[in-house]
């Protein structure tokens, strides 16, 4: 079975934040097989641009208001489960954690925990944006990942950032791409979960 690549992307927030996508999204995203966008789109366009390179698989994040979108996707590639959400956890939560962030800082486990139970069911991979951080961290066997913002704010990254899974039954290898430099980080990702780890 062939390779399939996917490419990640999240926080666009075009036009809020940007008047477009960069153009570098569409030289890294060239020739993928499917691109999925973990949510704060903020307008259609963004999907059309995206749409005419592959196929697109969105989700709705909390600026993405008015646009009639899942709050979360389950899609397989070569049969690899990929999770897709935005990870605020839902508006109340969002404006909770708005109010707590102001006095006690960012908290990253609280983020992790919510991308991860928006998936009872088995998942290989969780992709989420939200936090306009990057991440790769495993969970009981359940890879989640935030392949970072393409819209300002950068907290932790220079600029734009965006990611490519290249997946093959039972293996995955993510790249993170920084759109500014062009320099991208890869990571194997071993997917044979044991039965106990999907619950079985």
Request: overall charge neutral; charged content about 20%.
């Amino acid at each position: 079975m062939r390779t399939m690549t996917v490419g990640l992307i999240a926080d666009t927030h075009v036009p809020q934040r940007l008047p477009a996508l960069p153009p570098q999204v569409a030289e890294v995203f060239q020739g993928v097989h499917l691109i999925l966008h973990a949510g704060d789109l903020n307008r259609w366009p963004v999907l059309e641009a995206l749409a005419r390179l592959a196929p697109v698989v969105a989700v709705r994040g909390n600026a993405d208001l008015g646009l009639s979108l899942p709050w979360r996707e389950v899609v397989e590639v070569n049969g690899v489960r990929i999770g897709l959400v935005h990870g605020h956890g839902g508006w109340a939560v969002y404006l909770r954690n708005k109010i707590r962030e102001s006095t006690l800082g960012f908290e990253p486990i609280r983020y992790l925990r919510y991308a991860r139970s928006a998936f009872p069911e088995p998942v290989h991979l969780i992709v989420s944006g939200h936090t306009h951080r990057p991440h790769l961290v495993r969970v009981n066997g359940v890879w989640l990942l935030n392949p970072g913002p393409v819209a300002p704010d950068y907290y932790v990254q220079p600029g734009p950032s965006v990611g490519l899974l290249h997946v093959r039954p039972e293996e995955a290898r993510y790249e993170w791409i920084d759109l500014t430099s062009g320099n991208a980080r890869s990571y194997m990702l071993p997917l044979e979960p044991s039965p106990d780890e999907f619950g079985a």
